[in-house]
């Protein structure tokens, strides 16, 4: 009600000024971006801002969307669940935007799905998640387990052919659904559950003698590797302990999930080299595309005028690139509905649009998740990966549990 | 230090050799090159290669320490690179692997130098490293450093291929190292399990059980799961032994894992010892609820980095010098916090000493304030501390692992640890601190500047929580948010152990180390944490005063 006597008395008194946002509309189309920009997620965040921010960039100089320039809408979601939320709501409700870029944990993305259900919004997320969820709101340009972790440890099995898994993670959802179903999947290759062990730590967890010692153990037959999810700056102290006990690539690698390259600016890389990783994407991919994307990306943060952006000792990485991904999806739909209309855009997506970005050729499915290529690395001294081995247009499923049995 | 011995046999070895051009020089050089998937079979195949330039090649190879040399037109050819002789630049000359000679500029016949960074390395990826690490464990056999001939027998124990048991039992004929025979003679073993003879099977069992074999014990229990008719089932004796000998292996473990679990219960012990001390003085003797005490942490940290990078600056990162900037940090630390400390008490807390609630409000404003500071001054993110090559590594005895960084944590609580006693109990100012927490008003009366004493003991007591900021930098991550991960810990132990009392700190902090160690293999690192906050709430339902409860007058 009193929405509606302000809506009237918007039209009615600020007849001017509403005629002239009207015009300005017309040039211009509001795009979100909610991210942490601030509290303990704002480390990562913050560069997925950078990358969005650039994209927009990039988009406007050739002609923007429909012929509209994208105007952004940055919010501060504070690493702040229900603020998140709030953020979402202000964003959708406010400001009106067409689309929203945002999200990295995933329980900020639990906070903001109602809100983008009950408003018939549209958020795209970026980063690799445990899956078992499906909004029609929502696009999931990130990871699903079986874009990472399955693939990952197929590479274990078959290419260094480990026979006992150490199950390593952070005590949170990520980390205990994607273990849940590497169990399963484990189980379907005829590992017997005595040789996988599974183990959590709390957040900021520094001793890791205990769990050290028990791997060096574990590890004493040579055929065995670790497959960590541990998150953050607890890696640090990990593998400083491993580094201590003597424990070598060679002999039991770890194959981590959530290290990339922009975590490596804060970890001593020199404990990690040999170590893996799987993504969808690697700043060290030796295509035309991702060179293409570096180059503009760093010559946009040299010359970027936002306030208090990191322009030294920048790098790139899988929920970057997935940002950026996300964003020209969003835009091929759009031009493909030929409307900004969150259920023209949603068809068009369903569809199945392709862009071929950085990480090579993704593919948005019915599922509102992506076809995409996934790769296996390894850490090199100066905080890259050397891809090892690629595994080419991996679809990508949120519903794994069960499937395995 | 290796490398270059390791180069200069190399020099040697390929000066003995260099005027005869041979066969197996050219099988060598064809696997560096080789395209790369052939490559992991064409270094495969140099197994039992007798060139003296394989194991340094491959030792640089797989260190990424090979590099392609392209000199005018000809094709890139791979050298290592060694130090000029006589040449201050750090310069390095290129030795061609093919003749161990140094490459030469083909326009003037001078010998060419370089800068590692000008060359590129020869590529290496996991499986070739493995194939490398194979070919250099049959090499390592006969190397002569004891450790790497151990290491490689015991990988070629672990491989139990047969064809490696000629090699083996010729090396423990002529080996007098006592480590490296024993080595010697697991791996015999390990391979005679699949012998033949009933006999020589049994004489394995027993030897790899002497042993103490994990890989040997995780064998025999897949051996005794095989049903009795499966091929390769065990006979009864057979099986008795394998029993026998998995106890025996098993028995050993758990002696192994209960001294381990000691040890390292004591080192995290040690670890919140040192965090906790410091408010064992400020919070334990003054009785100020100092909620910055981990943010006067975080200061000993940070301290910590800025000498590192002050080293790294004056002396290079890799020089010998730089390896003690640990040493030096320590008193850096120390003062720095204490200084900060100082200017707390100064500016906030001599005003609150009467009302220890408000101290407490009032501490947690500073807190925020300085780890703000810390976010503008360093930035928000973690600060990288490289480990001084010394508390890199470790040691084992009697199969239990001692790592250097640990141990020197334990070393320091304890050195800490005497001096807070010599402090407090053996100099004029430890006199006055005692005089003036156990009456304050009584000693005022008697002449003691309070206001002095109390400065300087919370300057005290914030100078030991910047040595365990120094300290926890060789473990853990240093960042702004650093200080709150450990303030809980802090005050659980001061609290437990009985506020007013040093000694209740020592024994408390041991007894939580040991008690989470211990907890944590049964129940996982989650529910042994729980577990033992647990215990210290029920414990403290017991005893409310803590471990050892001070009587004073001014904490009542």
Redesign the interface.
């Known amino acids: 009600m009193l929405k509606k006597i302000t809506q009237t008395l918007g039209a009615g008194a600020f007849a001017l000024g509403a005629l002239a946002s009207a015009l300005h509309a017309a040039e211009t189309v509001k795009v979100g971006v909610l991210h942490s920009l601030s509290g ?1 997620m ?2 990562s965040e913050t560069s997925l801002r950078d990358v969005l921010l650039f994209t927009f960039d990039e988009i406007n100089a050739k002609g923007g969307v429909l012929g509209k320039k994208i105007e952004p809408v940055v919010v501060d979601g504070a690493s702040n669940w229900p603020l998140f939320a709030e953020k979402a709501k202000q964003l959708l409700e406010q400001d009106k935007t067409a689309v929203t870029f945002g999200c990295w944990t995933s329980v900020s993305r639990k906070s903001v799905l109602p809100v983008y259900e009950q408003n018939n919004g549209l958020l795209f997320y970026p980063v690799q998640y445990e899956g078992e969820e499906l909004s029609k709101n929502i696009f999931y340009t990130a990871e699903a387990v079986g874009q990472q972790a399955t693939p990952g440890v197929d590479y274990l099995l078959n ?2 052919g480990k026979k006992k898994f150490y199950l390593l993670g952070s ?1 949170y959802v990520y980390p205990r659904t994607t273990n849940l179903v590497l169990k399963e999947y484990l189980a379907s290759k005829k590992i017997p559950a005595a040789n996988i062990k599974e ?4 957040f ?4 890791y ?3 050290v ?2 791997i ?2 574990f590890a ?3 055929d065995a590797c670790v497959v960590s999810t541990l998150n953050g ?1 607890t890696n ?2 990990f593998f ?2 491993l ?4 424990i070598k ?2 002999d039991c ?1 770890v194959m981590s999930f959530s290290v990339s390259e922009d975590e490596f ?4 890389t ?1 404990d990690l080299v ?1 170590h ?1 990783g799987a993504w969808s994407y690697f700043m060290s991919l030796d295509t035309p595309a991702n060179t293409a994307f570096k180059k503009n990306f760093f010559a946009w943060l040299e010359k970027s005028t936002v306030p208090g952006i990191e322009k030294k000792g920048r790098v790139t990485n899988s929920p970057m690139v997935l940002s950026y991904v996300g964003v020209y999806l969003w835009k091929a739909a759009v031009e493909k509905a030929g409307s900004f209309e969150v259920d023209k855009v949603r068809a068009a997506l369903e569809s199945g649009v392709v862009f071929d970005g950085p990480g090579g050729k993704a593919t948005m499915q019915k599922n509102h998740h992506m076809t995409k290529n996934v790769y296996i690395g ?1 850490t090199l ?1 100066d905080g890259q990966f ?1 891809i ?1 081995k690629s595994y080419e247009g991996v679809y990508g499923e949120p519903f794994l549990k069960g499937t395995f049995k | 230090m290796l490398r270059t011995l390791s180069i200069f046999l190399f020099l040697l070895a390929a000066a003995a050799l260099s005027a005869a051009p041979d066969a197996s020089r050219a099988r060598l050089l064809a696997a560096l090159v080789a395209p790369a998937d052939q490559q992991v079979a064409a270094v495969r195949a140099l197994v039992g290669l007798e060139d003296a330039a394989l194991v340094p090649t491959l030792t640089a190879w797989r260190a990424a320490e090979l590099y392609l040399v392209t000199t005018g037109t000809a094709s890139p050819v791979p050298a290592l690179l060694a130090p000029l002789p006589g040449d201050a630049d750090g310069r390095l000359q290129a030795l061609a692997v093919a003749d161990g000679l140094p490459v030469k500029d083909p326009a003037t016949g001078q010998p060419l130098t370089f800068a590692p960074k000008e060359l590129k390395a020869l590529d290496t990826t996991a499986p070739l490293r493995r194939a490398i690490r194979d070919v250099l464990e049959v090499a390592g056999v006969a190397d002569p450093s004891p450790a790497v001939r151990r290491e490689s027998i015991e990988r070629l124990g672990q491989s139990r291929k047969a064809d490696h048991l000629p090699l083996l039992q010729a090396r423990l004929a002529i080996e007098f190292s006592p480590a490296v025979r024993s080595a010697l003679q697991d791996a015999i073993a390990f391979i005679q399990l699949a012998d033949p003879a009933v006999e020589v099977r049994l004489q394995a069992i027993t030897d790899l059980a002497a042993a103490h074999s994990l890989a040997a014990a995780a064998r025999f229990k897949e051996q005794i799961a095989l049903p009795a008719d499966a091929p390769g089932a065990a006979s009864p004796v057979e099986l008795a032994a394998l029993k026998t000998a998995v106890k025996t292996i098993e028995d050993h473990w758990s002696r192994v894992n209960f001294f381990g679990n000691l040890f390292r219960g004591l080192s995290a012990g040690s670890v919140l010892l040192l965090i906790a001390l410091g408010l064992a003085i400020t919070f334990g003797l003054m009785g100020v609820i100092n909620m910055a005490h981990g943010e006067l942490m975080v200061v000993g940290a940070y301290a910590t980095f800025v000498v590192q990078n002050l080293f790294a600056a004056a002396f290079g990162p890799g020089s010998l010098a730089f390896n003690f900037y640990f040493l030096a940090a320590l008193p850096v630390a120390f003062a720095a916090a204490a200084l900060v400390g100082l200017v707390i008490e100064r500016g906030v807390i001599q005003f609150l000493y009467k009302r220890p609630l408000e101290s407490l409000l009032a501490t947690w404003g500073v807190s925020l304030a300085l780890q703000q500071t810390f976010r503008l001054v360093f930035g928000p993110a973690n600060v990288q501390i490289n480990a001084p090559a010394w508390l890199q590594g470790g040691t084992a005895l009697y199969d239990v692992a001692f790592a250097y960084n640990r141990l020197f944590v334990i070393g320091f609580a304890v050195l800490v640890v005497f001096g807070v006693w010599l402090v407090l109990n053996r100099t004029p100012l430890g006199l006055l601190v005692r005089a003036v927490m156990q009456n304050r008003q009584m000693a005022s009366c008697i002449g003691v500047k309070t206001t002095r004493v109390n400065m300087l003991t919370f300057a005290f007591g914030s100078g030991l929580a910047g040595l365990a900021g120094a300290c926890l930098s060789q473990l853990g991550n240093v960042g702004p948010g650093m200080g709150q991960l450990h303030i809980i810990d802090a005050f659980m132990v001061v609290v437990s152990g009985g506020v007013g009392n040093v000694l209740g700190s020592v024994a408390a902090s041991l007894g939580i180390g040991v008690t989470d160690q211990l907890l944590q293999p049964v129940l996982g690192a989650v529910m042994g944490k729980i577990l033992v906050l647990f215990a210290i709430i029920l414990f403290l339902q017991w005893r409310p005063g803590g471990l050892f409860p001070t009587r004073s007058r001014s904490l009542d």
């Open positions: 303990t704002a480390i290419e260094l005590d183990v959590y730590t709390p900021g967890h520094t001793d003698q205990q769990i010692a028990e060096k153990q004493a037959s040579g700056d640090v102290p400083r302990e580094a201590n006990a003597g690539s060679e690698p600016r804060g970890l001593p020199k040999g893996l390894e001294a050397k090892l």
